[in-house]
């Protein structure tokens, strides 16, 4: 039976939603000294934050949408976060091949101006247009650290080795890579840090005004018991659940709303042996990345597609990962079938109804929306990608700080997180310091925990002299004390938690051996919630 209980305290934020705004935003306000909770129903990053296409990037395409000022923002940013964490993002040479049967996305304003001007191209984007998006590209957002624009001879090279002889010349281009899931839980760790209160596996049953403040019921998942906190300030961060939370949760009047996007990608072996990334342009307009993915795959995506209800779980059909293999098979010498599929995975995202005819030219933007007509304020967080996360939250504090008089300004630009205090090119002497140290480590194995925990992979491994140190070994370099560690400093309950956003390890363990750690997990999770029953 649970039971309820009352939280006296009465924080300035309660933000709703263990996404990456939700946790961006906790972390900046934590920052600046105001009282934090946050309450996220499943496990951070369990939905959209961990189902992008693990890229920071000014969004090339979106410059025939006219987003400049996104594009702008996003381009800026890339370096701004490099700088902040080179353990989970690092810089990526993107391969654009080029033919002239490349063709525009109906609906893009670009499309219609060169349609009306040059018919005789019949949608085709012409060379000089690709090379003067990538001039922009390169110049929008003050790139610093990243490599520019430059054209390559597809004959005889690595790049050209394993896609269609027809393609002759590609244009090479940067952007950087970003671990999506660990971004989260990293923002949410330096929120706690900084006196925040996370909540994962906390639903809110409801919220409402009362005498100024918000009142929520929130109730804990695992074991079944309520409580009531209450709050100065109430931030609707819920990703696709936002309309819902407005609608079910808060009962407030709103004409604002998202569009829900469902976007997929499939992972196979390896196509190919260079690190670059391939942008590949299809003949319906659309585009594809082919990436680079723990070092043994490849990860192609995405999709576009209408998702109509939040609460059914995304995934990709048999038709999406048939159009990606159509899509990628165009380019590819050898082509590849569903047998070479080892995962995939799909997200929703949730965005900003601007009333599109398409689910690709929605925009990507953000819209944020303070109601206090009713007394206490709250903040609906709409769209947003994962590149501009950060300038997101700054954005919402700016429209926070006027209900809290003489909260500190912006901070969190160049500030590391958890494990990033390194330089950006500082990756391989923490991984040669790390083997050094603890000489039982495979290159992999010490790769994979600078990746994952930079600075922060000897507390992890700390005073382990042999691999027996680390106790029970799961397979595929997983053993007992990171995943205590991950337990008890960053929220992890469940073996998906584990292999599937703190790493994915998913892709290598054994059925058998995901049993086990599930098995040793429901044992720790039952410990916890007897002890803090008595």
Known sequence: MSSQKVQSKAYDLFIVGGGINGCGIARDAAGRGLSVALAEMNDLASATSSASTKLFHGGLRYLEYFEINLVRHALAEREVLLKAMPHISWPLRFVLPYHRDMRFEGATPTSRILNTIMPWMKGRRPAWLIRFGLLLYDNLGGRKILPPTKTLNLKGSAEGAPI?????????????????????????????????????????????????????????????ETQVIHARMLVNAGGPWVGDIIQQKVRINSTEGVRLVRGSHIVTRKLYDHDKCYFFQGTDGRIIFAIPYETDFTLIGTTDAEHSDPNSKPKCTGEERDYLLNFINQYLKDDIGAEDVVWSYSGVRPLYDDGASSATAATRDYTLKVDDAGGAPILNVFGGKITTYRKLAEDAMDKIVPFFPGTSGHWTAGVPLPGGDFAVDGFEVLVTRLKEDFDFLSDFWARRLVRAYGTEAWDVLAGAEKEAGLGQAFGATLTEREVRWLQRNEYARTAEDVIWRRNKLGLRLTKEEVATLETFMRAALAERIAKAAE
Do not use: P, Q
């Open 164 to 224: 269609e002889d027809r393609f002759e010349k590609a244009y090479e281009y940067s952007d950087c890579w970003i671990e999506d899931s660990r971004l989260v839980v990293l923002n949410a760790r330096d929120a706690e840090a900084r006196g925040a209160h996370i909540m994962v596996r906390t639903k809110v049953v409801s919220a409402a005004r009362v005498d100024d403040l918000w009142e929520i019921t929130v109730e804990d998942t695992e074991s079944g």
